[in-house]
């Protein structure tokens, strides 16, 4: 039985290293990208909220108005692993694909955010903070299932918030190997796509990424490495300042 699984073990690894050997990165890069949105906070602002902290707070009525400006405009959402064949294999998308994401775990994204997308059969990814799952203001652990058992993708966006471009040591196991596992014992489902903390990655990391099974990761606006686009997929900001107008407008000019 243990020699059995170990040849299964051993012909899967062996699959997965030749195709992504197979993967041809100018190929990738050639690709018209897809516009995919990030989002953390969505609630109305506050008094003590800065400046920097609005462009991350979305107000409930303006996230409302941007799905469904986007709803109106025949935007389908789509989910990592239609992205990771559509730059791999060139399969089909639907017309005018999107990605929503959100970062951080916050409980508004269950509460408010989950809700208006499926009036209009959207799903998104939820990249998880695993260190406040349960904490007040952060979702728990049913609700994350919820979201999993609703057809969302729920992927890592490590323990704490750490800075991926200082990991060294045992960082990859306590803010990627130890979340990664928690996640799939919540969700039940393999955990395959992860997002930088504030959208900061480095070339010299992403080998730990491959090493672990992760098919793709999510930056923020910065170029993508040609080397390797697809553990630095870009994203942009749905800023809490931006109408429905400039949301289209951006959308358009970034991808």
């Known amino acids: 039985m243990l020699k059995q699984l170990s040849t299964v073990f051993l012909f899967s690894l062996i699959s997965a290293i030749t195709f992504a050997q197979t993967i041809n990165p100018s190929a990738i890069m050639a690709k018209k990208q897809v516009p995919i949105l990030c989002y953390h906070q969505i609630r109305d602002w506050r008094p003590k909220d800065s400046k920097t902290a609005k462009d991350y707070i979305i107000p409930v009525a303006s996230f409302k108005a941007h ?23 060139g399969a089909a998308l639907p017309s005018k694909p999107i990605m929503l994401t959100f970062d951080d775990t916050d409980l508004d994204q269950f509460t408010v955010a989950a809700l208006e997308l499926k009036k209009y059969g959207f799903k998104a990814v939820y990249f998880i903070m695993t260190v406040s799952i349960g904490r007040p203001r952060y979702m728990t652990k049913e609700q994350i299932k919820q979201l999993a058992d609703a057809g969302n993708v729920i992927a890592s966006h490590t323990w704490d918030h750490h800075n991926f471009k200082k990991f060294a040591g045992k960082d990859w196991e306590i803010q990627i190997d130890k979340p990664t596992k928690k996640l799939e014992e919540i969700t039940g489902k393999p955990i395959k796509y992860f997002a930088f903390p504030f959208g900061l990655w480095n070339a010299q990391g992403l080998p730990e990424l491959h090493k672990r099974g992760f098919k793709a990761a999510f930056q923020l606006a910065e170029k993508r490495d040609p080397q390797d686009p697809l553990m630095t997929i870009r994203r942009i900001l749905d800023s809490g300042y931006w109408t429905t107008k400039t949301l289209m407008k951006s959308i358009k000019g970034s991808f």
């Open 67 to 89: 799905i469904k400006i986007l709803a109106d405009s025949g935007y389908h959402t789509i989910l990592p692993d239609q992205l990771y064949n559509y730059l791999t294999t």
